[in-house]
Nanobody
Framework: QVQLVESGGGLVQAGGSLRLSCAAS????????MGWYRQAPGKQRELVAD???????NYADSVKGRFTISRDNAKNTVYLQMNSLKPEDTAVYYC???????????????WGQGTQVTVSS
């Protein structure tokens, strides 16, 4: 069993900051990419940022220069530092991990339960 547990969401005023964390636990052999997605009401889930095991990153254009993704491989944890938040950043944020539970099994994607981020104007 693998679990991804997120924390750090909440309510913040426009221009403020939040830091999200997501820790993976359970039967983990190897974690490759980890990432953050978000889903606003009535919209599809979209990629916010992801990070490979070697540290290379990828960001949505809408968050470049404001959000920073990082990870601690020893703790199987991924972070999302969100600065200069805007009302349009309001969404449920989900972390993801592309991982193997054994060298015998193919990689698959696991998801966290989601954490609400609300940015007031």
């Amino acid at each position: 069993q693998v679990q991804l547990v997120e924390s750090g969401g909440g309510l913040v005023q426009a221009g403020g900051s939040l830091r999200l964390s997501c820790a993976a636990s359970g039967s983990i052999f190897r974690i490759n990419a980890m990432g953050w997605y978000r889903q606003a009401p009535g919209k599809q889930r979209e990629l916010v940022a992801d990070i490979r095991s070697g540290g290379s990153t990828n960001y949505a254009d809408s968050v470049k220069g404001r959000f920073t993704i990082s990870r601690d491989n020893a703790k199987n944890t991924v972070y999302l530092q969100m600065n200069s938040l805007k009302p349009e950043d309001t969404a449920v944020y989900y972390c993801s991990a592309d991982l193997q539970t054994s060298s015998w099994f193919a990689q698959r994607r696991y998801w966290g339960q989601g954490t609400q981020v609300t940015v007031s104007s």
